[in-house]
Structures are given as C-alpha cells and as structure tokens.
C-alpha cells in the first residue's frame, strides 16, 4: 500500500520505469541449493548422521555429497573442519566423493564435527554435521597392575585368593571384554578365576621354599573378540606375575659386615650418629622385624635405635671416661605379635678419635692392600659370600669423618658389596648377584673396582682396590654339532677306507671337558667307520658299495666328552650311481615273425639304478639283405616296416627275392656317461597277414612258428585241460546216478520234428566267422545215423543217436595240428524224438595248408638245432 500511496504521486512516465525496475528484480530472483537428506543409513546426500568404522582403511570412498539447485545451476560441494581440528576426510568439489584420508581411532576420537557446503556460485548452504566413528577390535586388553611381585608365605593354604589381576580392554561390546587364563596351567602350583581374575593356590598344592623360592606366573587377558577389517578377531595380552615364597621362621638373626668399628670426634656432639648395625632375620624367605638392645658395654654414653640399630653419642666427648668402648649388642626377632623371639649377640668396638685427617684404607690379612685376588668355580650359587676375599676397610678419623660408602664398579651386576655405608672400620663381604654371568666360557677372569667414599666431609677423601677374580671352568656344556644333520655322497666304485664326510662338534669347556669323541650307530651304519678324534666318517675297508644293492644309509653321530655329556646328528649318505652295467638281451640271437602291418618287439635291460643310466635307447645297425626297409622305435624297441611297405609284393619287388627272412644287428645304448652299449642279432621271418580258420589258436601258430616248445606246450595244455574237464563231468554224472540209486525203465526214444531247436555248444576258441570267410568253399555231407541201445538204462535216453566224424578229403594232406570241430549236443527226453542237423563237411582251406606249413618248418628246425649239437 505504501508502495500504491505513493505511486499516486507519480507521474506516467515515472510510473513505467518504476514498473520495468520491479519486473528485472523479480527476473533477478535466485534460490539457494540444498543437500538431499537420505537419512542415516544412506551413503549419499548431507552427511547427516553417518557411522564409519574405525578400521576403515586410508583412501577409501566413505560417502558422496549430493544435493540439487533449484535453478538448475550446477553445483559445488565443499568439507572442512574446525580450526585446529585434524582434518580427516577430502572432497570432490565436483562429484562430491568424500575420501577417508587420515587414520581413524575411536579410542582417541568417537565423533568428528564436519561443516558441509553446497554452493552454486551465487549462494551457498553450509550444514554442520557428526560422523560417529564405530568400534572395531584392535585394542588388546592391558593390566592394571601387572606386572607385579608379590610376596605369600608358604604355609598358604589352598583356594585363598592371593592376588587379584585386573585388566582394561577399550574396545566396546564383547571385544571389550575380559577373560583370564594361566600360561601352561596345567604345570603351575596356581589357577586362576577366568572372569574376576583372582589367583590362588591351586586346590591339592602347596607352596614349598625349600623346593621353589620363586614362581613366574604368566597371565594371559583375552578378549571377547569382534569383528576388524571384515574378519573375526581375538586379541590377547600377557604380564608376568612374580611370586616370591615367603619362608617360616626357624632360623636365628645374623649381622651383616661384622666384626663393627666406630668412631667418637673429637668435634661430637650429642646426638651424633656413631655407627649402625645390620641384622637380619636368617628367615630371609620371610623374615621378621629386628629389635636391637645393648647387653653391655654402652656405660650409659651411648643409645640405639631399637629399630634402625643406629648408635648415637648421649655426652661429650670431653666426658667419656674410655678411649674404646666394647659393646654389646643383640639383635632380637620380633613376632607378628609384638613378642621377643630368637636373638644373636655381637660387638660393636667404638674408639674416641681425632679430626678427619685419614682417607679411607683397604687392608688385607698383611696390612694395607690395593689389589685383592681370588679364584673359585664358576656359575656360584646366588647369594653366597665370596670367603676367600678378606677384606677389611678402615678410616682412622672419628665420628662422621670415619664414615663413607662401599662400591664396586665392574662389568654387569654379577657381585654386589655389604655393608653399602660404613662408619669407621668393617669387614667387606662380596656377595654373588648373578651366578649365570660369571660363566668361565665368556669371561676367565673379573676385574672389579673397590671404591670408598667419605660421605659428610668437606674433603671426600676415597679409597680404590683393584679385586681380581680368576674363573675356573666346570663342565656345564655338552658338545654340539656344526649342524642338526649331515649329507654326503660318494661314488659307488669307492675303494674301502673312502673319507664320507667329516662331523664337528664344539664343546667350550676346557682341559678334558672339552675334548670331543665321536661315535656312530644305527642300523644303516654298518658300512661305516668314524675317527673318534677328527670325526672323519670313511667306509669300512672291506666295504664294497654298489648302488643297485643300496643307494641311501643313515645313521646317527654322537659327540662325547669325557664325562658323559653329549650330542647327536643324523648323517644321511647317497651312494652316486655309476654307469656300471651294459645293456643285456634275453638272448644275443632273436628270431621273430613279422606281420605286415604290426611291429615286433625287442627288449635290453640295464642293471643300473638310476636314471639315465639305465634308460636305453635302440638302434638298427645293419640290415640284410635290404638295409633301408625297417625302422625302430628307439624307446620301445618296437621293429616295424617302413610306412610305405604294405605287402608282401612290395618287398619282393625291393629286394628281386622271393624269400622274406632278414638279419638285422641290433644295437641296445643307455643314455650314461660314457655310455655302454650291446648288440644283438634279429632274424625277423616277415608274412601278410592270414586269417586262420582256427581263430585266435592258428594265429597263435602262426606267430609262434618258430617257436616249436611253446607251441607244444600250448597242445598240451589243451588236452590236459580236456583230460580234466571229461574226468570231471564222468564223476559228476557218475556220483548223481549213485545219490539217486534207482533203476530206470526202458524207453524209446523219438525223433523230435524238425521244427525242434538243438542247443549247440560251440567251440570257444573259434573266431566268429569274418566276411571273407563267406568265399571259402563249404560241403556238406549228411552221415548215416546209428542207434545204439541203452544198455545200463543208468540215464533217462533209451536209445542214443550218435554222429560218427566225417573221412578227411582224400585230396588233402593230415594236419599237424586238429582244432576241435563243431559238434553238436543233442538233449535227449522221455517221449521224444532228436532229429540232428546234417554234419558239415571238414573243409578244406588254406588254413590248414598254413597250419601243415608250419609243423614241417618247425620240424625241419629242430632238426637243423640237433645237428650242431652232435
């Protein structure tokens, strides 16, 4: 309205500017883009309450800011961070992909603020969002309070709670739980609850301090599990808890550093302190509290600390009526219950002395003395007094200025001096600290530095000794071998006494116990011989190696010293092949048929036993009369014809002869070095392939002609056969008829219609009939028939029909060999009649010339054998 109001005021032309000016405004008008909210379990959109887990790896694609303008206009994105905030993740400006570029940590940081912007290059939104970052399981659980030592008296009983671990895992849900779980439980005194982690003894154990002083129990905290970079994992962590087993009381207290001297200035006042006194309970496994009294000797000048054992001036020295003063004084244990116990009485020599004009002085048995020597075993037991040092330290001043420190300065912290402070005068005791460093094999002697220092005085006057200790040695190492096992080869031609291999064992102990012998044994040292000083492992002399017998032993090697300790390796031993053996035929002079169209076969064995010494290779060498028409398969040893040879034809037309026997020289090679090789001569009868009418048997007679003893065997094997299998049906039948014991009536047999089938047993040897059988030449004859009367009437057929054989063809030679003819089985029956099938004729084929062939040429051969032998 104001706007109208004073638009009345206006004139035209005014008004139509105006009008133009409003309308660009309104053209002008531009709206902010926004994010999408997908909500928050989207991975695009604003960022708004987005989860990324911890152990999500640096460069990965978290997230991708998507919004719109809704002009259109293309947008922008941008990500950052408050000021001083680590800056976690980068952003595409363009695509809005959010990339994880620092490492994340929950434990340190479980939320990151992020300010998001969108922007289309006139306006732009900026949104503050949380990214909460989840667990995952990479925290190991860490202990509270371990490690730790803790002191239980032996007399603890069982199931009592002695300690109480405590462990935190930071992780959430069940990777932040905890359990508890002993390190080989099973061989522990302790156990241990596995959810409170309170440790106690064992139900049935006791503690013992004469068996065990100390125990180390290693406590293993473990958590729940849960889930890192995409897989399943537990995390654990261990401490070592010390547990030192306190000792029962049965032992008197002992001082420390006796016989004790102290010294009264001149310049003392009351109060001062003169000397202390140490004593210990001689319980040290659990020891009680000390109480110090004077018996004797203070003349009322001097008082103690009941509890420190200090030894302090009451007077002036101007009023002590003694140069010396002899006290005596008792050191009392204290019980639990505040009562005196058991006490130990010693002496304290107090001596009334000037001003501080004396450093302190190392003295020996002699007097004063800078260097002090001693020699002893190694390895002492812990804790022991080092007797053969006698030493004593004296300052001659009085009061504080008689006072200094002991220290000993040396390698490691194998000793340690008592007393540490000493006011006067005292005996140095070396104690052992550390009984496995003073080993003889890493040091034969220690050079330690004895130094005394005044503690109070402006001069600090000091003192050094020089303490030489020489080490012997003990035979605390057994030897040990240069390796776990040994590998030797040798050549199988080896002469007896051959060196193998040589062994090597170290012990470092000296003198004897360091001397080394060598034995061996075990079942493949039979062969073997060691030197018991060298360790040189050689073969027995009579010894003869062969690696076609035996290729590997071995055996075991020990080391020994000279009191027993030991060692062992293992020694393996190859026995190398040589290529020792030639090739071998069966025979040096072969003879084979050869069907055209199929190889025949020759074999050479190698005795060697390893390759490539006995894989042989085959060769022709020589062939006659034709040198050019076989070739040999040269693994195999396969002879077969040149691929282009067919037919009989073929090679008579190569060769202008008739006759097909030919001679070849074999040579057999193995693929050693140097290589051995052997010949043999072939003589290969070469034939076309017939079919003969007796099947797979004329086959067989017609490979094996020249083989006259196995074709005689096979004959015979075949009537035995026959021979066994008539015995057998006689005896069957003959056994039936006997069970059934009963006389049969007479019948007549009759002849069945010819419609009635026969079973006919054919002749299993015999080949199906082949097509080019069908142009053989069949007759037929049909036989008379005879009827024989059933005499026994022992079988159901009152009268039997029998077939008599047909004449061999007048025109035909005998054969050599018969094959069994088809013969027909008629069943007889009760009432019925058999009418047989007309007989075939023996056929006259080329098979049975083949087969008269073959008996004449074997016989013309064994004929041709006997004559050389007579």
Not at 146 to 171: C, H, N, Q
Not at 444 to 459: G, Q, R, S
Not at 773 to 785: A, N
């Amino acid at each position: 309205m104001t706007l109208f109001f004073r638009m009345k005021h206006v004139r035209i032309p005014h008004l139509l500017l105006l009008f133009v000016f409003v309308h660009a405004c309104f053209a002008q008008a531009d709206f902010a883009p926004y994010f999408y909210d997908n909500g928050p379990y989207s991975y695009n959109g604003n960022l708004a309450l987005f989860s990324l887990s911890e152990d999500t790896a640096v460069g990965t694609q978290i997230y991708r800011l998507n919004g719109t303008d809704p002009e259109g206009q293309e947008v922008r994105y941008g990500l950052s961070f408050d000021p001083g905030s680590k800056e976690y993740f980068s952003v595409d400006s363009k695509s809005g992909n959010i990339t994880l570029v620092e490492k994340l940590d929950r434990e340190k940081q479980d939320s990151i603020d992020v300010l998001v912007s969108i922007t289309d290059g006139q306006s732009k939104v900026v949104e503050r969002v949380t990214i909460f970052v989840m667990d995952a399981n990479d925290e190991k659980p860490e202990f509270q309070n371990m490690p730790a030592i803790i002191d239980v008296l032996e007399t603890t009983e069982s199931g009592i709670s002695i300690y109480k671990v405590e462990a935190v895992d930071r992780d959430t849900g069940s990777g932040g739980s905890v359990t508890y779980y002993l390190q080989s439980a099973q061989s522990t005194l302790f156990a241990i609850d596995r959810h409170s982690g309170v440790l106690r003894v064992k139900s049935g154990e006791m503690l013992d301090y004469e068996k065990a002083k100390t125990h180390f129990v290693i406590v293993i905290a473990k958590d729940g599990g849960g889930s890192f970079n995409g897989k399943e994992q537990f995390m654990s962590s261990s401490a070592t808890l010390t547990i030192n087993v306190i000792d029962a009381q049965d032992t008197l207290p002992s001082f420390i550093g006796t016989p004790y001297f102290g010294y009264v200035y001149e310049i003392s006042v009351p109060g001062s302190e003169i000397f202390t006194v140490e004593a210990r309970d001689g319980d040290v496994g659990n020891p009680n509290p000390v109480r110090y009294s004077f018996d004797d000797g203070d003349d009322g000048v001097f008082s103690i600390n009941k509890t420190s054992g200090c030894i302090t001036l009451l007077t002036l020295p101007i009023y002590l009526k003694r140069e010396i003063f002899n006290i005596k004084v008792r050191a009392s244990e204290v019980s639990p219950e505040g009562r005196l116990m058991d006490y130990e009485v010693t002496t304290v020599v107090i001596r009334v002395v000037d001003l501080n004009n004396n450093p302190p002085t190392f003295y020996g048995e002699n007097g004063p003395q800078s260097t002090f020597e001693l020699t002893m075993y190694e390895h002492p037991p812990e804790g022991e007094i080092l007797r053969g040092l006698k030493i004593t330290v004296n300052d001659s001043d009085q009061g504080a200025n008689a006072k200094f420190n002991l220290r000993l300065i040396g390698p490691g912290r194998m000793l340690r001096v008592v007393p540490q402070t000493v006011l006067n005068e005292a005996q140095v005791t070396i104690l052992v600290e550390d009984s496995a460093a003073m080993d003889y094999e890493k040091y034969h002697f220690l050079t330690y530095k004895l130094l005394a220092v005044e503690i109070d005085t402006p001069e600090k006057f000091s003192a050094t000794a020089d303490i030489v200790i020489h080490l012997l040695d003990t035979n605390d190492n057994a030897p040990k071998f240069s390796s776990d096992y040994y590998i030797a080869r040798i050549p199988e031609n080896s002469p007896g006494g051959s060196n193998v291999v040589t062994v090597t064992a170290f012990d470092p102990d000296s003198g004897p116990w360091g001397e080394v012998k060598y034995s061996i044994y075990g079942s493949g040292a039979e062969l073997f011989l060691i030197k018991p000083d060298s360790g040189i492992i050689y073969t027995q002399p009579w010894a003869s190696l062969d690696a076609e017998v035996r290729s590997k032993y071995n055996f075991y090697v020990k080391a020994e010293d000279t009191e027993g300790k030991y060692n062992l390796a293992e020694v393996f031993v190859t026995v190398l092949d040589l290529n020792d053996h030639s090739p071998a035929f069966y025979d040096n002079f072969l003879e084979k048929t050869m069907v055209i169209g199929a190889p025949v076969k020759i074999e050479a064995v190698d005795d060697d036993a390893e390759v490539p010494n006995n894989v042989i290779e085959y060769a022709i060498m020589k062939a006659e009369p034709e040198n050019n028409i076989f070739d040999i398969n040269a693994d195999t040893g396969e002879i077969m014809l040149k691929s282009y040879i067919k037919s009989m034809a073929i090679i008579q037309n190569i060769t202008k002869k008739r006759d097909c026997t030919w001679s070849l020289v074999v040579q057999a090679r193995d693929r050693g070095h140097p290589s051995l090789t052997t010949t043999a001569v072939v003589k290969i009868d070469i034939t076309e392939a017939t079919q003969l009418k007796g099947g797979p048997l004329g086959s067989f007679l017609m490979q094996n002609r020249n083989k006259p003893l196995q074709i005689l065997g096979m004959l015979a094997g075949i009537i035995s056969l026959m021979i066994i299998v008539t015995v057998l049906i006689s005896t069957a039948t003959f056994m039936r008829n006997k069970k059934s014991n009963r006389i049969l009536p007479n019948r007549r047999v009759k002849r069945r219609p010819k419609t009635q089938h026969t079973w006919l047993f054919k002749n299993p040897l015999k080949r199906p009939e082949r097509n080019e059988q069908k142009f053989k030449v069949k007759e037929e004859e049909r036989e008379p028939e005879v009827i024989v009367e059933n005499v026994n009437h022992n079988n159901n057929a009152g009268r039997i029909l029998r077939q008599w054989p047909p004449p061999p063809p007048p025109c035909a030679p005998p054969p050599a060999f018969c094959l069994p003819v088809e013969r027909q089985w008629v069943i007889p029956t009760v009432s019925a009649t058999v009418a047989p099938k007309p007989l075939k004729k023996a056929v006259v084929t080329r098979q049975d010339s083949v087969s008269k062939a073959l008996v004449s040429e074997l016989k013309m051969r064994l004929e041709q054998k006997r004559k050389p032998d007579h």
